[in-house]
């Protein structure tokens, strides 16, 4: 008799690759206001870096990053136009991008 060896614990193991189902969308926000950026990944616990004109963004008072479930966000508080730029958003090696305008106050006399 001939024993061939299994790995019966091997499929608990093979996790699926993260994807992203749902890309982000290029926004607008008046300056002052709280700009929002969000996408949503297959896998709830990715972890996800954010990016502006291909910089690295770190949690700081102007930029929170949070995710909840599937649903990946990034709030930019009291936008100026100088955030006005392209983010993106990487998951395990993949990315989605979208473009953020934001605009001055119209001033109506």
């Not at 996790?15 to 992203?20: G, L, Y």
């Not at 008046?30 to 996408?39: N, Q």
Request: proline letters at 4%; hydrophobic letters at 35%.
């Amino acid at each position: 008799i001939k024993c061939k060896p299994t790995n019966h614990l091997s499929h608990l193991f093979s996790e699926k690759p993260v994807m992203i189902f749902r890309d982000m969308l290029n926004a607008t926000a008046t300056t002052g206001e709280d700009a929002e950026l969000s996408c949503e990944v297959t896998k709830p616990e990715v972890t996800t870096r954010w990016l502006r004109n291909g910089r690295l963004i770190r949690v700081s008072p102007k930029y929170e990053m949070s995710q909840k479930g599937h649903l990946v966000k990034l709030t930019i508080h009291n936008a100026t136009v100088r955030d006005s730029g392209v983010y993106c958003c990487e998951a395990d090696g993949l990315a989605t991008r979208a473009r953020l305008e934001v605009r001055g106050k119209c001033v109506i006399y």
